[in-house]
């Protein structure tokens, strides 16, 4: 049985998202602030946390930049219909995915299981070595100059992608959609996830050689890593 953490500080919202994903097969915990679900998270291990931004004490995102130093497991801001700010921040943060309240039981369902699907997901292609990369899809690990980088598994997914096929330019829904068997949320996600990756891998994220914009397309793995 997954573990999902929600992190919301409306006693309503928390009690009527509770009830929903237990009566749909997950154990649910529950925090009103960032200090309380970062207590829950080190002693349960949540394989999917449900974030609130604005909180009293330990805010969203405080809690997040501190949860991504220690856990890799996906995260979904709840934010305001309006707070595009926030989805921004979260993103840069380390979330993989966010829903504007107010939202549906059954698209927030949708998205916790589209995220938890992808971490169950059988490995394909074995390691994928390219130039200075290697992405071991059994071990969901990646290795950069010989050194290992930890990736949320929007970013994982994404190099995933990209180094599948080097020099294939992928446009933005497209990679949406590689990330979320559901397309949903925003084509500006995938900018955030290729700048987040990008400070990870590249050894000049200023100026990137791994990962290319293909301006008005997409992106593309850099076709001169190909064997």
């Known amino acids: 049985m997954k573990t999902i953490l929600i992190v919301e500080d409306n006693a309503g919202v928390r009690d009527m998202v509770r009830e929903y994903l237990t009566e749909h097969g ?7 602030n960032g200090q309380e679900g970062l207590l829950e998270a080190r002693h349960h291990r949540p394989d999917l946390v449900l974030l609130d931004v604005m909180m009293p004490g330990m805010d969203g995102l405080e809690f997040l930049r501190r949860f991504r130093a220690v856990d890799a497991a996906p995260v979904i801001f709840l934010t305001a219909r309006d707070a595009e700010l926030d989805k921004v921040l979260g993103l840069e943060l380390g979330a ?35 130039d200075e990369l290697a992405l071991d899809s059994d071990a969901r690990t990646v290795h950069v100059r010989g050194g290992r980088v930890d990736l949320t598994r929007s970013e994982f997914e994404l190099l995933h992608t990209l180094m599948r096929a080097p020099g294939r330019v992928y446009n933005r829904l497209e990679l949406l959609e590689q990330l979320q068997e559901e397309a949903l949320g925003s084509e500006r996600t995938i900018d955030v996830h290729v700048r987040n990756l990008r400070t990870k891998i590249e050894a000049e994220p200023a100026r990137p050689r791994l990962i290319e914009t293909v301006f008005g397309v997409g992106y593309r793995l850099n076709p001169d890593l190909a064997p």
């Open 26 to 32: 997950f154990a649910v915990r529950v925090a009103g």
């Open 96 to 130: 993989d995915d966010y829903v504007t309240k107010p939202f549906s039981m059954a698209e927030l369902l949708a998205r916790v299981r589209a995220h938890l699907r992808r971490g169950q997901e059988p490995a394909q292609n074995g390691v994928i070595r390219l």
